[in-house]
C-alpha cells in the first residue's frame, strides 16, 4: 500500500483492518502496534527506566491522578518534567484521570463542568475539570496528553451512557482549547459502552474536533468479550485512518490480536507487572503460577529463546525459590519478562502485518499459547 502520512503519524502497512504505522512524538518515534508498558506514579512497577528499551518498548504510560496528588505537578515541573522525573528520555502518554471516574465512581460526583474527587491519598476534596488536565499534563509534559472523560461501568443505563457521551465531547472541546506543552500531541477519547448508535455518535464527534490521535474508551470495564470486540470493530474504521488509534486497557495476549486485528494501533495495561508481582508468568504454555510445587526442581527457563534476563540466566526452578522466599529479585525478574514477553508479541504482529501475513501469525500465536477462549485479566490503567 502507499503509506498514508498525517503530521505525527504514519500508516505504513495493513492487512485486512489491521495496521502498521509510526507514531512520531518529540522524544521518540513509537512503531505501531505497540504496547505501553504501564508507570502510573512515574514508575513501571519492578522495571528499572534503563531496561525499557532493552525489553523492546518505545512509549510507556503514567496517569494524571495519581501524579496530581502524589508529588504534584508543580513538583514534577520544577525538576525539569516527568521525563527528568523518572529517569525515562522516550515517548510518555499520561492518562488524564478519566479512568479513575470510573474506578472510584463511588466516591465522586461528575457534573457538566468536570469531576469532583476525594484523593485515595489523604481523603481530601479535589476539582478536576478539562482545563485542570491539560494544565497538569503540560506541566507533566509528557509527549500525548489524554483527554478527560467520562467512563461509565459496563451495564450502565443508556441515559447514563449518552450523558457520559455528551459530557466527554463537551470536555474534549474544553481541553482542546487549553494550553499543552511545546510538542505535545492531544488525543480525544470516544464513549458509548456498546451501544451501537452512542459509540457512533461519540466516535463521530470526537473525530470532527481534529485530536492528533483518538482513543476508544469505556471498553474493557466489566462487559463481555465479544460484545465488546464488536464495538471495536464497528468503531474504529470510523476514525481517522491518518491518525493512532489506542484501546484504553487491555494486555491479555489474545485480547492484544484481538484489538490489533479490528485496526488498533496502542494498547496499554497493568497485567504483565501485575502478574510478575503475583509470582505468574506469561509463557507459551499459558500463564505459568511459580508457586506450584511441581516447578521446584524444573531446570527450564520460563520460555527456551526467550532473551529476558529471567530466561536467559535462570531456571523455573530458581524463580520459584525466589517468590516462595519472598525475594524481590524474583518478582522483578517476573515482570520484566512479561513485559518482553508482550512487547515481543506485539512486534511479531507488526512484522506480520508488514508481510501480509496477520491472520496466520494470529492463529499462530493463539494455537502455541492455547488461548482461543481466553478471556484474560484486562482493566484500563
Known amino acids: 500500500m502507499k503509506p498514508v502520512t498525517a503530521e505525527h503519524f504514519t500508516l505504513t502497512a495493513t492487512d485486512g483492518e489491521a495496521r502498521a504505522g509510526l507514531l512520531r512524538t518529540a522524544h521518540g518515534d513509537v512503531p505501531t502496534p505497540a504496547f505501553m508498558p504501564v508507570g502510573t506514579k512515574a514508575t513501571v512497577k519492578?522495571?528499572?527506566p534503563d531496561r525499557f528499551r532493552e525489553l523492546g518498548a518505545s512509549i510507556v504510560l503514567a496517569n494524571t491522578y495519581h501524579l496530581f496528588f502524589r508529588p504534584g505537578p508543580e513538583t514534577i515541573e520544577e525538576l525539569g518534567g516527568l521525563h527528568r522525573f523518572m529517569g525515562w528520555d522516550g515517548p510518555i502518554l499520561t492518562d488524564s484521570g478519566g479512568f479513575q471516574v470510573f474506578s472510584l465512581r463511588h466516591t465522586l460526583s461528575v457534573d457538566d463542568g468536570g469531576v469532583t474527587f476525594r484523593s485515595v491519598y489523604d481523603g481530601d476534596l479535589a476539582r478536576f475539570t478539562p482545563e485542570l488536565?491539560?494544565?497538569?499534563?503540560?506541566?507533566?509534559?509528557?509527549?500525548?496528553?489524554?483527554?478527560?472523560?467520562?467512563?461509565?461501568?459496563?451495564?450502565?443505563?443508556?441515559?447514563?451512557?449518552?450523558?457520559?457521551?455528551?459530557?466527554?465531547?463537551?470536555?474534549?472541546?474544553?481541553?482542546?482549547?487549553?494550553?499543552?506543552?511545546?510538542?505535545?500531541?492531544?488525543?480525544?477519547?470516544?464513549q458509548g459502552g456498546i451501544d451501537p448508535e452512542l459509540r457512533?455518535?461519540?466516535?463521530?464527534?470526537?473525530?470532527?474536533?481534529?485530536?492528533?490521535?483518538?482513543?476508544l474508551g469505556g471498553l474493557s470495564v466489566g462487559e463481555e468479550r465479544e460484545p465488546m470486540l464488536e464495538t471495536v470493530a464497528d468503531a474504529a474504521p470510523l476514525l481517522p485512518p491518518g491518525r493512532p488509534r489506542y484501546f484504553m486497557g487491555i494486555g491479555d495476549p489474545a485480547g492484544i490480536l484481538d484489538v490489533v486485528e479490528r485496526g488498533i494501533d496502542m494498547f496499554d495495561c497493568v497485567l504483565p507487572t501485575r502478574l510478575g508481582r503475583t509470582a505468574t508468568a506469561l509463557s507459551w504454555e499459558g500463564r505459568l503460577n511459580l508457586r506450584n510445587r511441581r516447578f521446584a526442581r524444573d531446570p527450564r527457563p520460563i520460555d527456551e529463546g526467550c532473551p529476558c534476563s529471567a530466561c536467559s540466566r535462570f531456571s523455573r526452578a530458581y524463580l520459584r525459590?525466589?517468590?516462595?522466599?519472598?525475594?524481590?529479585?524474583?518478582?522483578?525478574?517476573?515482570?520484566?519478562?512479561?513485559?518482553?514477553?508482550l512487547l515481543d508479541l506485539t512486534a511479531g504482529a507488526r512484522s506480520a502485518i508488514e508481510r501480509q501475513e496477520f491472520?496466520?501469525?494470529?492463529?499462530?500465536?493463539?494455537?502455541?499459547?492455547?488461548?482461543?477462549?481466553?478471556?484474560?485479566?484486562?482493566?484500563?490503567?
Open 321 to 341: 525459590h525466589l517468590v516462595t522466599q519472598q525475594e524481590l529479585l524474583g518478582l522483578i525478574l517476573l515482570s520484566e519478562h512479561n513485559v518482553r514477553f
Open 133 to 190: 488536565a491539560a494544565d497538569v499534563q503540560r506541566r507533566l509534559g509528557s509527549d500525548v496528553a489524554m483527554c478527560l472523560d467520562v467512563c461509565p461501568p459496563a451495564g450502565a443505563p443508556r441515559a447514563d451512557v449518552e450523558l457520559a457521551v455528551e459530557r466527554t465531547t463537551a470536555w474534549a472541546r474544553r481541553q482542546l482549547a487549553a494550553p499543552r506543552a511545546p510538542g505535545q500531541l492531544v488525543f480525544g477519547i470516544a
Open 46 to 48: 519492578g522495571i528499572h
Open 200 to 215: 457512533r455518535r461519540s466516535v463521530e464527534e470526537i473525530a470532527a474536533l481534529g485530536f492528533d490521535g483518538h482513543a
Open 359 to 381: 491472520g496466520r501469525y494470529r492463529a499462530a500465536v493463539l494455537d502455541r499459547f492455547g488461548a482461543r477462549s481466553a478471556t484474560g485479566e484486562e482493566g484500563q490503567g
